[in-house]
């Protein structure tokens, strides 16, 4: 996976938490996932919550995994895959764009939140 952008929100090690699909679906193409890095100590901070967005080209190779189709693992669109990870949050859609995603498909922030 390459990811992209400068900015990185990085979980440390020993932070205790879980990545949470909050969405998953095919934007333009392409199959994206949004997730949201939750853990005791994001509640305490005033940062918004880490996010993560992978966006995977939508092609011949293609495994339904119950929601819908997805890359799969070992795929030629599995190794195109983009991940981001904006910090802040509020450099999401920016970023969306910057991958070739039209800014009406930007809406995928609203999944995000606050």
């Known amino acids: 996976m390459v990811s992209a952008g400068p900015s990185r ?8 938490g879980e990545w949470k699909t909050i969405y998953e679906d095919e934007v ?10 939750e853990s005791e100590s994001d509640k305490d901070g005033d940062e918004g919550p880490a996010v993560r967005v992978t966006a995977a080209p939508i092609e011949g190779d ?6 819908g ?7 030629k669109s599995a190794d195109n895959s983009v991940t981001l990870e904006p910090n802040p949050v509020e450099d999401l859609k920016e970023e969306l ?5 039209s ?4 809406w995928i922030v609203s999944n995000v939140p606050a």
Do not use: C, M, Y
């Not at 293609?62 to 929601?67: M, S, V």
């Not at 189709?69 to 795929?75: D, E, T, V």
């Not at 800014?103 to 930007?106: C, F, G, L, N, T």
């Open 69 to 75: 189709p997805a890359p799969f693992a070992g795929s």
């Open 28 to 37: 333009e193409e392409r199959w994206v996932t949004v997730k949201v890095h």
């Open 103 to 106: 800014p009406v498909a930007a």
């Open 9 to 16: 929100h990085i979980i440390q090690e020993g932070n205790t």
């Open 62 to 67: 293609l495994e339904q995994n119950g929601d």
């Open 97 to 101: 764009i910057e991958i070739g995603f």
